[in-house]
């Protein structure tokens, strides 16, 4: 890692035992990503995904705080998972950039689409904008870490949110 800054696994906790994020404007962020997907939030639901979430992140070591680090830490962890990792230059011919990646378990890959990427930082804040690929990393990931969990989109979303250290839930990005 470049700048030597780490932070381990244990700094990413409050008191509640979920990561260090303001949970209360969180939640509001999660239903409204639930209504514009047409869903009911339900705070067992929210349990649930944040269990998740917070299961996949004890299975990291220590988050580096560059987002140039942070990128390679996540390609770092899905290859010595035993993926392999694509960074396709083109949108995703059914999808288009709507389909940021996507992740086969069963090859073993991870296909990450270069302009869904772009797209994707220029709806981000300024300040946010270099942590496009790793929100997009760890979302990926966490689909890996944990490939059976009962709210895997809500999962992986937070999963990236704490990883990226994202003040915005991811999913409303997606609406």
Known sequence: MS??????????????GFF????????AQIEEWHAGRGEFFAESTFHSAKASA????????????DAEDLRRYLLHVCV??????HYLPHADP????????????????????QPAVLELSNKL????RPKALCLVLAHELFHSLRPHCHHPELSAHL??????????FPGLLDL
């Open 3 to 16: 700048t030597g800054e780490e932070e381990s696994v244990q700094d990413f906790h409050d008191g509640d």
């Open 20 to 27: 260090n994020i303001a949970l209360g404007p969180l939640i």
């Open 54 to 65: 917070e299961a996949a992140l004890t299975e990291l070591d220590t988050l580096p705080v």
């Open 80 to 85: 010595s998972r035993g993926y392999a990792f």
């Open 94 to 113: 059914v999808l288009g950039t709507r389909m940021r990646a996507r992740i086969d378990s069963r090859l073993k890959q991870i296909e990450v689409f």
């Open 125 to 128: 804040p300024k300040a946010m």
């Open 159 to 168: 999963f990236a949110a704490a990883v990226c250290r994202s003040p915005l």
